[in-house]
């Protein structure tokens, strides 16, 4: 095959079919510095590229499409962040991600070394990283994980989360639905008139400041990572949804209703940074996608903002660090971020806001069980 390369222009030939990837291993092309394209369409490392084909690799930072030296000591790098216009070998990429914790942190008060920490752990990437951030920086972080009963995936989630505590011998809390509930995200989802995202997301809030309420812990921690907050905050802008762009933060306050202090370190980071980390840290976790995501309007708006992010490295953190920085304190600052006056809910006691017409409160989740 014919592999056209630009900035600079040149040519090699490579015998086929093969892998995308392994073209570029090959050639000595770091897949991350790069597109591919083939017959005018963008291709993943997977394709596989027959032998008569002609593709164009097209670097997307300045300098070509060589190797890139990490910004800190000027070895080969392992990876690019094109908003920071800097490479990072896997050493400096693993101070990288503790500096921008440590920043987010700092900037924003979350916590403190005498705190007692709750980490919301789901088996994936974000939350595990925070954990072993937190840990290594010192925090008193205890992790806590929500068995959703979604098959073999949530058993297998299940099972690094656990490993994860057991070879850092950390203090691991453990909820199962079904068991502890009564109910699991399938068996909601198609009782309910809710989309299986909607359960689990309220399912989760619930149980863990529950459990935070319970235990004595003074702040939960989760990891929303650069990504999910652009991607949550350009929804709410799409949609003008005023009351949830007012709660949307990196730090919810405590309340005296019931409601856990809630922070997220990692917002500053973004998802390629976080499976690096875990990558070099060797850090086990669930590389799957939940197998109930399908139709989740948030991966959408992570699709779009990832467009503009490859024409305009910076995008989404420009968007959101504006929004956190200026916009919300300017135009939210008076704004309940618990939605309203907090009530305890009739059924379960937990913070609940009030009834709009009279009747006894009853917090969402104990009315999504009662159904």
């Known amino acids: 095959m014919k592999i056209v390369f630009r900035n600079p222009t040149r040519t090699e030939q490579i015998a086929g079919p093969a892998r995308v990837g392994d073209v570029l291993a090959r050639l000595d092309v770091n897949p991350e510095t790069v597109l591919v394209i083939h017959e005018g369409t963008l291709v993943t490392k997977d394709a596989v590229i027959g032998d008569d084909a002609e593709l164009e690799v097209r670097p997307v930072i300045s300098g070509g499409a060589g190797p890139a030296r990490c910004h800190a000591c000027e070895r080969s790098s392992v990876i690019e962040v094109a908003r920071h216009r800097a490479a990072y ?53 205890d992790g806590l994980y929500l068995g959703l009963g979604i098959g073999a995936y949530s058993d297998r989630s299940g099972q690094v989360v656990a490993g994860y505590a057991r070879r850092r011998g950390a203090a691991l809390h453990t909820v199962d639905l079904a068991e502890d509930y009564g109910y699991d995200i399938p068996a909601a989802t198609g009782l309910r008139n809710r989309s299986s995202c909607g359960v689990c997301g309220l399912s989760k809030r619930y149980v863990f400041n529950k459990v935070a309420l319970r235990h004595g812990y003074d702040v939960m921690a989760t990891g929303h990572n650069l990504d999910d907050e652009a991607a949550q905050l350009l929804g709410n802008v799409l949609r003008w949804q005023t009351p949830f762009m007012a709660r949307q933060s990196v730090v919810l306050p405590a309340t005296e209703g019931g409601m856990v202090r809630k922070v997220k370190p990692l917002y500053r980071l973004g998802e390629r940074e976080m499976a690096a980390y875990c990558v070099i840290t060797g850090l086990d976790y669930v590389v799957e996608e939940c197998p109930m995501v399908a139709g989740n309007t948030v991966l959408r708006y992570k699709d779009a903002l990832n467009e503009l992010e490859r024409h305009s490295p910076g995008t989404k953190a420009q968007f959101l660090f504006g929004f956190l920085d200026r916009v919300r304190d300017a135009h939210f600052a008076a704004a309940d971020p618990q939605g309203g006056e907090l009530v305890a809910c009739e059924a379960c006691g937990l913070p609940t806001t009030s009834s709009r017409d009279g009747r006894a409160p009853v917090c969402a989740f104990c009315r999504t069980r009662a159904r």
């Open 89 to 141: 070998c896997a050493e400096h990429l693993v101070d990288h991600v503790r500096s921008q914790v440590r920043d987010a942190i700092d900037r924003h008060r979350m916590l403190s070394y005498g705190d007692r920490i709750l980490v919301a752990v789901s088996g994936g990437k974000d939350s595990l990283a925070l954990w072993d951030v937190l840990l290594d920086m010192g925090y008193r972080a």
